[in-house]
């Protein structure tokens, strides 16, 4: 057998998780999709003690509205998330993006809590949760937490989670309007692993720039919000030279990327700069189509 | 300490009571506990699609999810596709080859045959979605499984085969 021996629980209830969590070792491991985990688990590279498998939880999966809002429980399987009505009208920054997790095999297991929570500086969910500043619902035995997405990502693999607390749900606010999207990324083969990747998003307001974002994947410890790039475009009439400065702020200047077997730093620095103005650009046109 | 945890797992239709240690893989389980070894091992790190099966339905990797997961749920592997083959549209009665495995003969869609269970299994969620796919959506649905001996032309060609056959 691949993985080490270890202690597994299935709770039917998410108390009897959270009491799992609060006793067991500090080692104890959450098991979501899996499609990580299991990997690490197979080479050995994580041995885990105990594993608590939430799969048995029928009410941490869930899509729905909430006022302005889009509450998704954590163990929604991914594939849901990219055939979900709701959050294609709302929030189709997210319906674009989610089919360039991984293969759709993977993306059936897979599911949004458990890619937040491994907080691979590499995948796409935690730079699409800084993105669309969600917010996240943390609990333990004796309460709960909610945590906004910008200080959730405390480096590479690293959350803010305390070692008793289990991600449960997530808040994401409907786009603002007037506001386009784009989500592009570079990966050598459909489903891999990508390069470089960049979530961008432009809400215009009387022919300027009001609000932009630009986050990065590949690109340092974790999820990195280019904010200078941002505030580049900010109050102004968005142009080319703009939008190439702003783009040379971010690859230049904001990401820090290590670069891998497949590439090298330069290379995601390049990268980064031409995905950045390719996004920009097609999210300024789908933010004036959303004018008309 | 081993634990052991009792399972009723239906697999291509036939139930099976076992006991298993948590830390068994799905795919493990399938071809050292109940001999289908229809399924293959390639990675084991979810990346060459070989072991790929239907958990209720839907296609994932058997090397990513422990036995014990499976409990109460149906898994079709590659064996229970001739005979399951009017849930999927095949002949009625079952015992003939599935229209997807019938289209891969013809079309020399698999040469070690490595690969093939796993692209079966991919397949057949993905053309009950989307029967009529063009070609860049069959490549796009292939990319989750290696093949290295075909280079994918006649695998696609296959997939086109398949499509018209279960139209």
């Known amino acids: 057998m691949k993985p080490a021996p270890f202690e597994y629980h299935v709770p039917d209830s998410l108390e009897q998780a959270l009491e799992l969590k609060s006793q067991k070792a500090d080692d104890t491991k959450i098991l979501a999709g899996g499609q990580s985990l299991v990997p690490a688990m197979n080479f050995r590279i994580v041995q885990p003690s105990v594993l608590v498998d939430l799969n048995r939880l029928p009410e941490l999966s869930f899509i729905r509205e909430e006022g302005q809002t889009i509450r998704i429980g954590a163990m929604t399987r991914e594939r849901h998330l990219e055939f979900d009505a709701s959050i294609a009208k709302h929030i189709p920054l997210l319906t674009e993006a989610t089919p360039f997790i991984a293969h759709p095999q993977i993306r059936n297991r897979g599911t949004i809590g458990g890619s937040i929570v491994n907080a691979d500086p590499a995948a796409e969910l935690p730079v699409l949760m800084l993105a669309l500043n969600a917010r996240l619902k943390a609990k333990n035995i004796s309460g709960e937490r909610w ?21 449960v749900e997530i808040e994401l606010p409907f786009m603002p309007s007037h506001t386009g999207w784009s989500f592009m990324e570079v990966a050598p083969r459909a489903g891999d692993y990508a390069l470089m990747g960049v979530a961008a998003l432009v809400t215009l307001e009387d022919g ?37 400065s702003a783009a040379s702020m971010a690859s230049e200047q904001e990401i820090n990327p290590y670069g891998n077997v497949h590439t090298s730093p330069e290379f995601q620095r390049h990268l980064a700069n031409v995905l950045t103005k390719k996004a920009l650009k097609q999210a300024m046109q789908r933010a004036e189509e959303n004018l008309q | 300490m081993t634990q052991s945890f009792p399972v009723t797992i239906n697999v291509n239709e036939k139930e099976y009571k076992r006991e298993v240690e948590p830390r068994i893989l799905l795919s493990d389980f399938l071809r050292h506990e109940l001999g289908l070894t229809g399924t293959h091992v390639g990675c084991e790190h979810g990346v060459c699609g070989a072991c790929t ?22 898994i079709t592997t590659v064996e229970g596709l001739a005979t399951a083959s009017p849930l999927y549209g095949g002949t009625e009665g079952g015992g003939g080859l599935h229209p997807i495995q019938q289209a891969f003969w013809e079309a020399h869609g698999l040469q070690c045959g490595y690969c093939t269970p796993g692209i079966l299994m991919t397949l057949v969620p993905f053309l009950k979605q989307n029967p009529k796919p063009t070609e860049d ?9 290696l093949c290295r001996c075909t280079g994918y032309q006649h695998i696609v060609d296959a997939v086109k085969l398949a499509a018209e056959k279960m139209r």
């Open chain 2, 137 to 145: 959506e069959i490549r796009h649905a292939l990319s989750g499984n």
């Open chain 2, 53 to 74: 099966i239907l958990f209720d339905g839907e296609s994932m990797r058997s090397c990513l999810i422990f036995a014990v997961q499976a409990d109460g749920h149906n």
């Open chain 1, 147 to 167: 945590i906004d997405a910008k200080d959730f990502f405390a480096g590479m693999f690293t959350t803010a989670l305390e070692p008793d607390e289990i991600l």
């Open chain 1, 208 to 244: 300027k720039c009001k609000q932009a974002k630009l986050v990065y994947l590949n690109a340092g410890d974790g999820p990195v919000d280019a904010k200078e790039a941002a505030n580049v475009l900010r109050g102004e009439k968005l142009s080319d030279a703009l939008i190439e």
